[in-house]
């Protein structure tokens, strides 16, 4: 009986062995070691990849800039061989501030400038209201501006966060409802941008008692 039971035991030692090489042989490579068949020696892993450009402070504000169409009404237009588009010499500008703008019509609804084809004043039952100046320029743009200002300006719909209302067709309610790593981001790349020197008119009020 005791050298039945030894030799079941020496059985399945060796049994084991065996499965046990046999892993060993079939198992890839374990991650820092070289590919294989084979190789045991260490290498470096692989570096880890660049973050994307949405990823950064500067790159994010770029994105949501572009996505939420500021350029739309920001960047005074031009006409090209396809119809009006933005003119990126002036990115951001505002209002041109030698452009002479018309009367505005005696109409309810609001309309956006005709003819120069800018897309930068609008008219409306609150008066007539110019695109800022969202470059970093020191006299005419945000550059005086402070990150705390912009977050205030945003939310509250005052101008620098405490001076006039912020009026129609900026559609600050909506944006005000970002969160705060969103709006700094927009923030950081409107400071990154080339400043240009431009003064936009100040808003002026309705001729007539508000509709």
């Given at each position: 009986m005791l050298r039945i039971r030894l030799f079941a035991f020496a059985v399945a030692a060796v049994f084991v062995a065996v499965l046990a090489a046999c892993r060993q042989q079939e198992a890839p490579a374990a991650y820092g070691t070289e590919a294989y068949p084979g190789g045991s020696a260490a290498v470096e892993p692989a570096s880890t990849p660049p973050p994307a450009p949405s990823s950064d402070l500067v790159g994010g504000g770029r994105y949501l800039v572009t996505v939420m169409g500021c350029n739309d009404c920001h960047t005074p237009y031009k006409m090209g061989k396809?119809?009006?588009?933005?003119?990126?010499?002036?990115?951001?500008?505002?209002?041109?501030?030698?452009?002479?703008?018309?009367?505005?019509?005696?109409?309810?609804?609001?309309?956006?400038?005709?003819?120069?084809?800018?897309?930068?004043?609008?008219?409306?039952?609150?008066?007539?209201?110019?695109?800022?100046?969202?470059?970093?320029?020191?006299?005419?743009?945000?550059?005086?501006?402070?990150?705390?200002?912009?977050?205030?300006?945003?939310?509250?719909?005052k101008h620098m966060g405490t001076s006039r209302t912020i009026l129609p067709p900026m559609p600050w309610p909506w944006y005000g409802k970002m969160r705060d790593e969103e709006l700094k981001a927009i923030f950081a790349y409107l400071k990154s941008i080339p400043p240009i020197k431009n003064r936009v008119p100040d808003p002026q009020p309705p001729s007539g008692p508000p509709q």
């Open positions: 396809n119809g009006p588009e933005p003119d990126m010499t002036r990115m951001l500008s505002g209002h041109p501030e030698g452009l002479k703008m018309p009367p505005p019509p005696a109409l309810k609804e609001p309309w956006g400038m005709v003819g120069a084809v800018t897309n930068t004043a609008w008219a409306g039952p609150w008066g007539v209201s110019y695109t800022t100046n969202l470059t970093p320029d020191q006299n005419t743009g945000i550059g005086i501006w402070t990150e705390d200002m912009f977050l205030r300006a945003m939310r509250t719909g």
